[in-house]
Nanobody, 120 residues
Framework: QVQLVESGGGLVQAGGSLRLSCAAS????????MGWYRQAPGEQRELVAV???????NYADSVKGRFTISRDNAKNTVYLQANGLKPEDTAVYYC??????????????WGQGIQVTVSS
């Protein structure tokens, strides 16, 4: 069983910054990728950023130039540095990990979600 523990959310004013962290723990054979999704009220969940084990990254157009994703493979931890926050960034942010099991089965895990609120 794998658990994802998120931290770093909260309330900030427009233009401020937050650093989100997500640490994976449990029986992990290999993590293919870790990333962040977000879901605002009445909206579908969308990809924010993802990073592969090799360091490749992908960002939503709405956060390019403002958000930076990074990872520490040794610690099974992914970070999201969110700068220049806007009210439209307000959402519940979910950590996601795609993990390859010892049985060669890929499974997806989700964190519980943390609230990010940006006031104007």
């Amino acid at each position: 069983q794998v658990q994802l523990v998120e931290s770093g959310g909260g309330l900030v004013q427009a233009g401020g910054s937050l650093r989100l962290s997500c640490a994976a723990s449990g029986r992990i054979f290999n993590i293919n990728a870790m990333g962040w999704y977000r879901q605002a009220p009445g909206e579908q969940r969308e990809l924010v950023a993802v990073i592969t084990r090799g360091g490749g990254t992908n960002y939503a157009d709405s956060v390019k130039g403002r958000f930076t994703i990074s990872r520490d493979n040794a610690k099974n931890t992914v970070y999201l540095q969110a700068n220049g926050l806007k009210p439209e960034d307000t959402a519940v942010y979910y950590c996601n990990a795609e993990i390859l099991g010892s049985d060669l089965v890929i499974r997806r895990y989700w964190g519980q979600g943390i609230q990010v609120t940006v006031s104007s």
